[in-house]
């Protein structure tokens, strides 16, 4: 089966700047999780989407991001205006129900200058 | 809140040696752990869960809720077990489901 599809792959702005990350989930899985993984840190949940639903955004910098999911499949994460501390990489996982097996995208590694 | 404690960001075996890398967590639940692993160039992924009580890859891993921890160990280290390892906690929510707090993660390098 396809596994999880991020893109872009790298992206690197200017802070104040905005950004977009776009991930296309495993079909079928209902489950779909951001996180944001710091150089040196584990990835920290950002937010997790049941369906079209969100079931968590705890740690969402709500004044500066947010994210949606798109007829329960697609789902971007926007960042505007990004600062110094997001440059990350943001991870986009998916699984079948939320106490599964998670399968994670490639990536997106986010420079902000 | 939860956490996840991995002490050792860097873990240097020889090949055939014996690894374990450490990992502790505080939650006050019950506990669902995993550890996941990213090879180099390659995806996060799972490598085992406490509740399936099987050996992947050699490795093994055993829930010790007296001292909560979670080490991973494997008897005889292979250079393909080159890899950064995560421990991580799995905590019900409200609304539903579960969400997982990951460790800093210990990069295992088996030297020849």
């Known amino acids: 089966e396809a596994g999880v599809a991020q893109s872009p792959r790298y992206k690197i702005i200017e802070k104040r700047q905005s950004v977009a990350f776009w991930c296309n989930p495993i079909s079928g899985h209902a489950t779909l999780y951001w996180y944001q993984q710091i150089l040196g840190q584990g990835p920290k949940l950002l937010i997790q989407?049941?369906?079209?639903?969100?079931?968590?955004d705890s740690q969402l910098p709500k004044d500066r991001f947010s994210a949606e999911r798109l007829k329960g499949v697609d789902s971007t994460l926007k960042i505007q205006p990004a600062k110094l501390e997001d440059s990350a990489v943001y991870l986009c996982?998916?699984?079948?129900?939320?106490?599964?097996?998670?399968?994670f995208g490639p990536g997106t590694r986010l420079t902000v200058t | 809140a939860q956490r996840v404690t991995q002490p050792e960001k860097l873990l240097s075996v020889f090949k055939g040696a014996p690894v374990e890398l450490k990992c502790n967590y505080s939650y006050s639940g019950s506990p669902e752990l995993f550890w996941y692993v990213q090879y180099s160039r390659q995806r996060l992924q799972l490598l085992l869960r406490h509740i399936s009580r099987e050996s992947i890859k050699g490795f093994t891993a055993d829930l010790n809720k007296g001292e909560t921890s979670f080490h991973l160990k494997k008897p005889f280290a292979q250079e393909e077990d080159s890899a950064m390892y995560y421990c991580?906690?799995?905590?019900?929510?409200?609304?539903?489901?579960?969400?997982?707090?990951f460790g800093t993660g210990t990069q295992l390098k088996v030297e020849l």
């Open positions: 996982a998916s699984s079948t129900s939320p106490s599964y097996e998670q399968y």
């Open positions: 989407f049941q369906n079209n639903g969100v079931v968590d």
């Open positions: 991580a906690l799995s905590v019900w929510i409200t609304g539903g489901g579960n969400k997982l707090t």
